[in-house]
């Protein structure tokens, strides 16, 4: 996969990726072990990428797995599941989808940022030197600092999304 690829793709693609730009229409399934790389998709279902040095702009996900670092990852709609495993990169998601069903991240030295929560959301968010903003009437069952971390879990109303995470020295911002 060198060069600047542009496809729509019905089946799973598969491959390993190093030091290329890819344009993508349509994906159903991608699986990647990439490096150096820049994509741009329109939209897909499943996405599995463990990569480093990588930019990845997405239109609409439904599931994204994804494990990097020194990786940025900007999804303008995510409709069900996002699992982000990342050192030394930002995760953006524009929207996210009124049926999403589970969020999860462990990040260091990163920024998580959901700009519009269409649903309410539970929530179990750790942070070690960061902070932690969420969506307004968000109620605390924990609201803990102790030093430079903090904890906080609870709930919106109509709670139907689950938010969990772990952020060390990159902020957790979840707007609604």
């Known amino acids: ?88 990169g930002d995760i953006e998601i524009g929207n996210l989808g009124e049926r999403a069903s589970e969020v999860k991240f462990d990040m260091s030295y990163s920024d998580f940022i959901i700009r519009k929560v269409n649903n309410g959301i539970q929530f179990d968010i750790e942070a070690d030197y960061s902070d932690i903003v969420l969506p307004s009437g968000t109620e605390h069952t924990l609201n803990d600092k102790d030093g430079n971390s903090l904890h906080k879990k609870g709930h919106s109303n109509n709670a139907q999304t689950i938010i969990r995470g772990v952020s060390r020295f990159g902020d957790v911002i979840i707007r609604d």
């Open 1 to 88: 996969m060198n060069g600047i690829a542009t496809d729509i793709i019905d089946s799973c693609k598969k491959g390993d990726s190093k030091y290329s730009d890819h344009r993508y229409g349509k994906i159903q399934n991608l699986t990647l072990d990439s490096g150096y790389d820049d994509f741009v998709i329109e939209s897909l279902s499943r996405l599995k990428n463990s990569g480093k040095y990588d930019d990845f702009k997405i239109g609409t996900a439904n599931e994204i797995l994804f494990d990097s670092k020194y990786s940025d990852i900007e999804i303008k709609n995510l409709l069900d599941k996002g699992a982000f495993y990342t050192k030394y």
